[in-house]
């Protein structure tokens, strides 16, 4: 008996999965295997079906019975035109309702869905759970589920696959509605992932990610525009004209008191034996025998001659009391 081993099983080529296609030939898109696919609501999600007229500044369609009369209005959701039209360039796009068929059908042509999506799934697709409530199942359609994404505006219709629901505020004519503005970017780089699920979770954490890419610009812009940037290089280049001011006056300073000292040692030199120290006048410098006045410092030369005068006042009083004596 041979047995054949686990390494040598031979592989067989995987066939994509192709959604169940209910109205054949009736589209112009055909589906793509190497897209994912975007299901997308109809009412509330896309557009906004009533009888009430639509106010001004709206974008709408009529929808007529087969006798011509108007059924509803179709409001379109802001965007709704240049949406549909990238996404059909990225995504293959299905229209999935619980509406009837022929309701449906209608609705998109009058709407000018029909170029750019591949099919249209109505209530008999749908999971009835109660009299009223429709469940969509993907998996029945035979939607591969990682790559697939499930547009809609009521959690019940997405309960059977949560992992790939966006789940979006319902459209009631809203005229300052931006959905498809905010979706938009994130559904750009969905797409570029091997597996879409779990979509609200990727939906968060990337719109997460813009807040603070977003704040971090705002930062920027702000510190560049903001007058305080300028000051650091103002107060530099004033301090360094300042240091040079500074410099360009010490040097002044420095050549007029050495001018000054200079002229002092000339006026007051005296030998050693015109001027010695003594008990009675207190003088506070000395001269060496054979020396004359150095140069001192700012400071030092204020005590010199200080001390110089000193000396001189208290020799003239000596000299006083001597000639009185």
């Known amino acids: 008996m041979k047995f054949s081993s686990p390494c040598q099983e031979t592989s067989q080529p995987i066939t994509p999965q192709i959604p169940l296609r209910v109205n054949p030939d009736k589209f112009q898109m055909s589906f793509d295997e190497n897209k994912k696919t975007l299901v997308l609501d109809l009412d509330k999600t896309l557009v906004y079906l009533t009888l009430k007229p639509p106010t001004k500044g709206l974008e709408y369609s009529t929808i007529l019975d087969e006798e011509g009369r108007l059924q509803s209005y179709a409001i379109k959701r802001p965007g709704l035109d240049g949406f549909i039209k990238e996404m059909s360039s990225l995504f293959n796009i299905c229209i999935f309702t619980s509406m009837k068929m022929k309701h449906a059908m209608k609705a998109v042509k009058s709407i000018g869905l029909a170029p750019y999506i591949f099919e249209v799934y109505s209530r008999d697709e749908c999971v009835r ?51 498809f503005g905010l979706l938009a970017p994130f559904l750009r780089y969905i797409m570029t992932l091997s597996d879409v699920r779990p979509v609200t979770e990727k939906l968060y954490a990337f719109f997460e990610t813009e807040a603070k890419a977003q704040e971090k610009m705002l930062k920027q812009k702000k510190e560049k525009a903001s007058p305080k940037n300028t000051m650091p290089l103002i107060a530099e280049e004033q301090t360094e004209e300042d240091e040079g001011f500074q410099r360009d006056y010490d040097m002044t300073k420095r050549k007029k008191s050495s001018s000054a ?16 120290e003594s008990k009675s006048t207190g003088a506070s410098m000395s001269l060496s025998r054979g020396s004359s006045v150095t140069f ?13 005068e000193l000396s001189k006042i208290s020799s003239d009083k000596k000299d006083k009391q001597v000639s009185v004596l």
């Open 261 to 276: 000292n200079a002229s002092m040692v000339k006026q007051n030199s005296w030998k050693s034996s015109d001027f010695y």
């Open 129 to 179: 759970v109660s009299e009223s409530i429709y469940m969509k199942s993907l998996l029945n359609l035979g939607f591969d589920l990682s790559t697939t994404i499930f547009m809609d505006d009521a959690p019940h219709h997405m309960r059977s696959q949560p992992l790939n629901g966006i789940l979006v505020h319902p459209f009631k004519g809203e005229k300052d509605d931006n959905c």
């Open 296 to 308: 001192f410092s700012d400071q030092e030369s204020e005590s010199a001659m200080s001390a110089l």
